[in-house]
Nanobody, 124 residues
Framework: QVHVVESGGGLVQAGGSLRLSCAVS????????MGWFRQAPGKEREFVAA????????NYADSVKGRFTLFRDNAKNTVYLQMNSLKPEDTAVYYC?????????????????WGQGTPVTVSS
């Protein structure tokens, strides 16, 4: 069983930064592609970013390119989402996702494992 736990959410002013962390249990963390999604009130869950098992590939939603950076530390079984230049429209609950497939971790309907979510609020 794989357990995914996010942390690092909170309240920040527009233009500020936050770093989200996602810790994954199990000795096979290095085999998983990891991703982040977000869901704002009344909206569908949307893809934010993904990283391959070794960090060699990343993919970002157009809305966060140049502002968010996803990286991982396989020795710590943790992936990080560095969010800079935050905007009020980034306000959402952020969910970490894990899947053996890089393509699958970018689609909400195909993700194998989810965390419980961490809220991010950006005030204007």
């Amino acid at each position: 069983q794989v357990h995914v736990v996010e942390s690092g959410g909170g309240l920040v002013q527009a233009g500020g930064s936050l770093r989200l962390s996602c810790a994954v249990s199990g000795r096979t963390f290095g085999s998983y592609a990891m991703g982040w999604f977000r869901q704002a009130p009344g909206k569908e869950r949307e893809f934010v970013a993904a990283i391959s098992w070794n960090g060699g590939r990343t993919n970002y939603a157009d809305s966060v390119k140049g502002r968010f950076t996803l990286f991982r530390d396989n020795a710590k079984n943790t992936v990080y989402l560095q969010m800079n230049s935050l905007k009020p429209e980034d306000t959402a609950v952020y969910y970490c996702a894990a899947d053996m497939s890089f393509s699958a971790v970018m689609e909400a309907r195909t993700v194998a494992y989810w965390g419980q979510g961490t809220p991010v609020t950006v005030s204007s």
